[in-house]
C-alpha cells in the first residue's frame, strides 16, 4: 500500500475530535466542535473542528490542516513519526521498506549502540571512571547533567569489542556502528574510542546514534574525536542535544547554535534547553532545514575568535540560500504546510560573547548573564560590520580593499533591497569610498551564484496561478527597471498565492530557481505594461490592490458563511451572532473598496 493511500486511510480512521480533546476543551457548536486556540492567546474561542472534513482551523491565526497536521504543529513532530503515531492509534499497518535487509541491519546497529552507551556509562560511575569523573566535575557538569545526556566513559584496551562480541555481533557489525576500526597494517579490529569521556549523539527521538570523545590526555590523538559517519548518523546533518531542545525551542521559537558539546551540556544544566551544537562541522544548510520549522530565530553563539567569525559569515551565507522567506518550500505532507513555511521567515542573529570566553566558560562564570547575551545579539551583517576596523587597517586603499571583499559576500546575500541599500551606505562610510564602488562589487559577486552547479532545490509540483498577482508582478517588475519609481511603491501590497509574494520579496535581486516559472509567467505581462508612465504605473498598482484585496475578503467572507452554515439551526447562538459581526465588518470593507474603485469603473463606461 502506498504511503498516499495509508494517509487517507488514516484520516478516514481517526477520531479527529478525540484526538484534539485529549488537550483543547472542545464544545459542539451545531456541526463543528469549537475550542480556545492552543497555538495563540485568546479569550474567545475561535478555534473550530469538523469531524466530517477531517480537518480544523483558527480564524484567529489562520492556522489549519488534518490530524497530522495537529501532531506536527501541536507535538513537534516530523510527518514520519507523525505518521507512526496516528498507524499505531488507527490500527492502520504500514507499508514495509524496500528493503527489509537495511531495515534488519539498522535495528541491529540501534541495539549495538544501546549496548555501548550502556556500556560506557557503567564505566564512568565505577571505580575505572574516577579520572573521567573528576574532569567532569572540574569542567562544572553536575552528577544530574552527566545523566541527562548519558556521558559514559571509554576505557583503554578493547574492552567494549570483547563485551559485544561476547553479545554476538560480528566484527563487520560493530565497524558498521562506528564503535571499532581495523588497523591498517594487519586489519585487526579495535575499540575506536580509547579513554576517552563520551558525550551520546542521538536523533530527535532520543536513540543514540554515534558518540563523541573528548581524551582525558591531550597528548594522545586528537583532542576531540567523533564517530565515523554510518547507515545511521551522518554529522552534517545531525546536531548534539537537538532530542532535548526540541519542545524548549518550539515553545520559544528561538534556537541558540554552539560550537562543542560541553557548552551545549552546560546551557541545559543551567536550564537554557533550547541550545545544540554543530558536531566539528560548519553549519549546513541541512541543519538548518532541520531547525527551520521549530524556530522563528536561529542564534549563533559561536567562539569569539577569528574563527568563530568566519563561521558566523559562512552561517549568515548558507542561511540566506535555505531560510529566506519563500525562497525554498518546506517539503511537507500538504500545500498548506509549503505556504506556512513560506510566510514565516526565519532570522539569523550573532551573540557577541564577552572577554573572549566561548559559552561554557561563561555560562560557568555568570549563569545569569546569558540570557542578555541571547537578547542582545545582532544580525550577522551588524557582527561584520562591527569588526571591519578591528580587523583591517581603514587608512589604506589596500585595507579597504580587503574590508570590501570581506563584507561583500554577505552584504550580497541581503534580499530585501531596501535593507541591502541601507547596509551598502554604511559600508561606504565606514571605508570612505562611494556607495557606487560598493555596489559594483556586489554586482561582480551575484554573477558566480548563477553557475549551474547552484543547487536549485526542490521545484514546485503544480504552477498554481493568479491573474490578479501576476499583473501586479508585472507591474512592480516594470517599476523596479525604473531606480527612481522603485521606491515610491506601496509597502502594504498582498498577494493571493504565496509564491507572488516570495517572487515579490525577491525582486531587485536574484530569483531563485524554483520561482522561476512564476516570474516568466509574470514577465510575460510586462509587455502589456510597458509604455505606461510611471504615474499609470503606480495607478495601476494601487487598482490591482484593491482587487486583490477584494479577492481576500471573498473568500474570507466565504469561510465564515460556511461556518455559519454549519453551526446549524441548534448552534451557539453568541458565536453566531460574533461570525455574522465578522461578515458585517468585512462587507463594510468590500464596500469601502467599491467606491475607491467606482471612479475607474465610471471612467471605462465613458470612454
Not at 571509554?154 to 574492552?159: H, L, T
Not at 587608512?395 to 570581506?406: C, I, L, N, S, V
Request: hydrophobic share 40%; charged share 30%; proline share 5%.
Amino acid at each position: 500500500m502506498a504511503v498516499s493511500t495509508v494517509t487517507e486511510e488514516i484520516k478516514a480512521r481517526v477520531d479527529l475530535v478525540e484526538l484534539i480533546g485529549r488537550t483543547v476543551e472542545l464544545k459542539r457548536v451545531g456541526a463543528y466542535y469549537r475550542g480556545l486556540c492552543p497555538f495563540h492567546a485568546e479569550k474567545t474561542p475561535s478555534f473550530y473542528v469538523r469531524p466530517q472534513a477531517q480537518s480544523w482551523h483558527c480564524f484567529g491565526c489562520n492556522k489549519s490542516g488534518t490530524a497530522f497536521d495537529w501532531l506536527m504543529e501541536r507535538e513537534h513532530l516530523e510527518f514520519g513519526e507523525a505518521l507512526r503515531t496516528l498507524a499505531a492509534l488507527t490500527g492502520v499497518s504500514l507499508p514495509e521498506r524496500r528493503d527489509p535487509g537495511a531495515e534488519d541491519q539498522a535495528r541491529r546497529l540501534y541495539t549495538i549502540l544501546e549496548r555501548a552507551q550502556t556500556f560506557y556509562s557503567g564505566f564512568l560511575w565505577g571505580a575505572a571512571g574516577a579520572r573521567a569523573r573528576e574532569y567532569l566535575q572540574k569542567r562544572g557538569l553536575s552528577d544530574e547533567a552527566l545523566q541527562l545526556f548519558g556521558l559514559g566513559y571509554a576505557p583503554s584496551g578493547n574492552a567494549l569489542l570483547r563485551y559485544l562480541e561476547k553479545d554476538g555481533f560480528s566484527e563487520q557489525e560493530l565497524q558498521a556502528a562506528g564503535v571499532t576500526g581495523v588497523t591498517e597494517d594487519e586489519g585487526r579490529p579495535y575499540d575506536f574510542f580509547r579513554d576517552r569521556v563520551l558525550f551520546p549523539i542521538r536523533d530527535p527521538q532520543g536513540h543514540t546514534i554515534a558518540f563523541g570523545g573528548r581524551a582525558l590526555d591531550d597528548a594522545v590523538g586528537p583532542k576531540y574525536l567523533n564517530s565515523r559517519d554510518t547507515l545511521l548518523f551522518h554529522k552534517q546533518e545531525t546536531l548534539f542535544a537537538f532530542d532535548l531542545a526540541r519542545k524548549p525551542m518550539a515553545r520559544e521559537r528561538q534556537v541558540v547554535i554552539v560550537e562543542g558539546y560541553m557548552d551545549a551540556a552546560m546551557a541545559h544544566q543551567h536550564g537554557y534547553r533550547n541550545v545544540v551544537a554543530t558536531l566539528g562541522t560548519a553549519i549546513t544548510d541541512r541543519h538548518l532545514r532541520l531547525l527551520r520549522r521549530h524556530v522563528d530565530e536561529i542564534v549563533l553563539a559561536l567562539d569569539p575568535d577569528a574563527a568563530g567569525e568566519a563561521a558566523s559569515r559562512r552561517a549568515y551565507l548558507v542561511a540566506e540560500q535555505t531560510l529566506r522567506t519563500g525562497m525554498l518550500p518546506v517539503v511537507a505532507p500538504s500545500r498548506r504546510q509549503q505556504r506556512y513555511a513560506a510566510d514565516s521567515p526565519v532570522s539569523l542573529r550573532v551573540m557577541s560573547l564577552p572577554d573572549g570566553k566561548d559559552p561554557d566558560e561563561l555560562i560557568r562564570s555568570d549563569p545569569t548573564a546569558w540570557p542578555a547575551l541571547v537578547r542582545a545579539a545582532t544580525p550577522v551583517i551588524d557582527f561584520v560590520l562591527q569588526r571591519l576596523e578591528a580587523r583591517h587597517d581603514l587608512t589604506t586603499a589596500r585595507g579597504k580593499a580587503a574590508a570590501a571583499d570581506e563584507v561583500a559576500d554577505v552584504l550580497a546575500g541581503v534580499a530585501n533591497p531596501i535593507e541591502q541599500d541601507s547596509y551598502t551606505n554604511e559600508v561606504a562610510i565606514r571605508l570612505k569610498v562611494e556607495p557606487e564602488a560598493v555596489r559594483r562589487l556586489l554586482r561582480a559577486r551575484r554573477q558566480p551564484s548563477r553557475s549551474p552547479h547552484t543547487p536549485a532545490g526542490p521545484q514546485p509540483t503544480a504552477l498554481r496561478g493568479d491573474a490578479h498577482d501576476d499583473y501586479l508582478l508585472a507591474l512592480l517588475m516594470r517599476l523596479h527597471s525604473q531606480r527612481d519609481a522603485a521606491s515610491t511603491v506601496p509597502t502594504d501590497l498582498e498577494f493571493i498565492l504565496p509564491e507572488s509574494r516570495a517572487l515579490y520579496n525577491a525582486l531587485g535581486g536574484e530569483i531563485p530557481p524554483e520561482l522561476e516559472p512564476y516570474a516568466e509567467r509574470a514577465r510575460a505581462r510586462v509587455a502589456l505594461v510597458e509604455r505606461l508612465s510611471t504615474r499609470e504605473l503606480l495607478s495601476r498598482v494601487e487598482e490591482t490592490r484593491l482587487w486583490i484585496k477584494k479577492e481576500l475578503i471573498e473568500r474570507r467572507k466565504m469561510e465564515i458563511s460556511a461556518v455559519i452554515r454549519a453551526l446549524g439551526d441548534d448552534g451557539d447562538d453568541a458565536e453566531e451572532r460574533r461570525l455574522t459581526g465578522q461578515l458585517i465588518e468585512l462587507a463594510r470593507g468590500m464596500a469601502a473598496i467599491d467606491q475607491q474603485l467606482l471612479p475607474d469603473r465610471e471612467s471605462a463606461g465613458t470612454r
